[in-house]
Antibody, heavy 120, light 112 residues
Framework: QVQLQESGPGLVKPSQTLSLTCTVS??????????WSWIRQPAEKGLEWIGR???????NYNPSLKSRVTISVDTSKNQFSLRLTSVTAADTAVYYC????????????WGQGTLVTVSS | QSALTQPASVSGSPGQSITISCTGT?????????VSWYQHHPGKAPELMIY???NRPSGVSNRFSGSKSGNTASLTISGLQAEDEANYYC????????????FGGGTKLTVL
């Protein structure tokens, strides 16, 4: 059974960089046809796709965040990471990592999510 | 504003059936059969309930079914149970190369 777990600071100051890591267990992050995605949900709002990295290392980002987002993968640790620069209060949200199956384009495994608050 | 449009809330009594709609465009739902539905109980990981419009992952109850007509996809839950009370989100592939994944705003299902 594949499991994903987000980790990282729960509080980030405005203008600083938000950094989160997703640890994948129960399967190799470099095998199969999967995208590894980050998704967020601000309070009382819907889900917003942030971006993804493919097993080949190629990335796609939400255009609204593209200038500030970097997603990377560390296959030796079976982890992938999110960096979001120049954060503001609008970036306060629950951040989820998820596995996106390339053949069905569905998110079949998710982490439980981690709340990141941007505040001084 | 979400790319896909869902009703904010729906409700039903135990044993009844409800349907949640998800409306997109010809760039996503209308032209592609890559619609998926997720159940989300607050504080827990979202769970995939339907993929490719109509398919259920192993372990998901057959009380959950999906369909599509034109630019609108639907999730139907039959024989409502208290445990079905949750938020439901639709998602679709989009041919917009800049934004290949779009979500709905979510629907809160209340079991009366």
């Amino acid at each position: 059974q594949v499991q994903l777990q987000e980790s990282g600071p729960g509080l980030v100051k405005p203008s600083q960089t938000l950094s989160l890591t997703c640890t994948v267990s129960g399967g190799s992050i470099s095998s199969g046809s999967y995208y590894w995605s980050w998704i967020r949900q601000p309070a009382e709002k819907g889900l917003e796709w942030i971006g993804r990295i493919y097993t080949s290392g190629s990335t796609n980002y939400n255009p609204s965040l593209k200038s500030r987002v970097t997603i990377s993968v560390d296959t030796s640790k079976n982890q992938f990471s999110l960096r979001l620069t120049s954060v503001t209060a609008a970036d306060t949200a629950v951040y989820y990592c998820a596995r996106h199956r390339a053949e069905t384009l569905s998110f079949d495994y998710w982490g439980q999510g981690t709340l990141v608050t941007v505040s001084s | 504003q979400s790319a896909l449009t869902q009703p904010a809330s729906v409700s039903g009594s135990p044993g009844q059936s409800i349907t949640i709609s998800c409306t997109g465009t010809s760039s996503d739902i209308g032209d592609y059969n890559y619609v998926s539905w997720y159940q989300h109980h607050p504080g827990k990981a979202p769970e995939l309930m339907i993929y490719e419009v109509t398919n259920r992952p192993s372990g998901v109850s057959n009380r959950f079914s999906g369909s599509k007509s034109g630019n609108t996809a639907s999730l139907t839950i039959s024989g409502l149970q208290a445990e079905d009370e949750a938020n439901y989100y639709c998602s679709s592939y989009s041919s917009n190369n800049s934004l290949p994944v779009v979500f709905g705003g979510g629907t809160k299902l209340t079991v009366l």
